[in-house]
């Protein structure tokens, strides 16, 4: 029921565009590996072998933490609403913070966003398709304002006191570089 593929099809791109959340796993040598939900306007399909996406202010930062110690991300769609399908896709990252001279170029493809932190740009290496027969049928109703609110008032101070507070090393202790990159 799963096929592998190298790039992502114009199938599979469109998919990408039609979804609402994708989900981050990444894992370090050693300790958690980190599974998380991303949502909002912070995903751009670059072309067949890429895809670029902005990392806003959590309450952790282990992808950014992970990515330094071993060098790989999959992201993962599910189909939520119609024709069931998962679709993930596999490679070698790059993360650029906002002192990161690449960082505005690729921060400037999305809506300008409060407590914006990095950006991660995904070299696919492989896509995999599956069923998804198991997915739930879900409704979307609209984006959470929550974060967006929170980051604004906290203002561009209090999110980097806050990370210096949360976001400078993962839950098992490794580094994230959020602050000696800025």
């Known amino acids: 029921m799963s096929k592998i593929f190298e790039k992502l099809e114009e199938e599979h791109i469109r998919f990408i565009r039609e979804q609402k959340i994708f989900f981050v796993g990444t894992a370090a040598q050693d300790g958690r590996v980190n599974v998380s939900p991303k949502g909002m306007d912070t995903l751009r399909v670059k072309g067949q072998n890429e895809i670029?996406?902005?990392n806003l202010t959590g309450s952790g930062n282990e992808t950014a933490a992970h990515i330094q110690k071993v060098n790989r991300m999959t992201i993962m769609f599910c189909a939520f609403e119609g024709k069931p399908l998962i679709l993930r896709v596999y490679g070698k990252v790059k993360m650029y913070h906002e002192t990161d001279g690449d960082f505005s170029g690729y921060a400037s493809q999305f809506p300008q966003t409060a407590g914006a932190r990095q950006v991660f740009?995904?070299?696919i290496d492989m896509v995999q398709t599956s069923c998804g027969f198991a997915v739930p049928l879900m409704e979307y109703q609209e984006d959470r304002p929550i974060l967006k609110d929170w980051a604004i008032?906290?203002?561009r101070e209090g999110l980097r006191d806050?990370?210096?507070?949360k976001n400078q090393k993962s839950i098992d202790?490794?580094?994230t570089n959020i602050i000696g990159s800025n």
């Open 52 to 54: 670029i996406w902005l």
């Open 162 to 165: 806050y990370w210096q507070e």
């Open 153 to 155: 008032k906290k203002g």
């Open 121 to 123: 740009v995904l070299d």
């Open 173 to 175: 202790g490794f580094e």
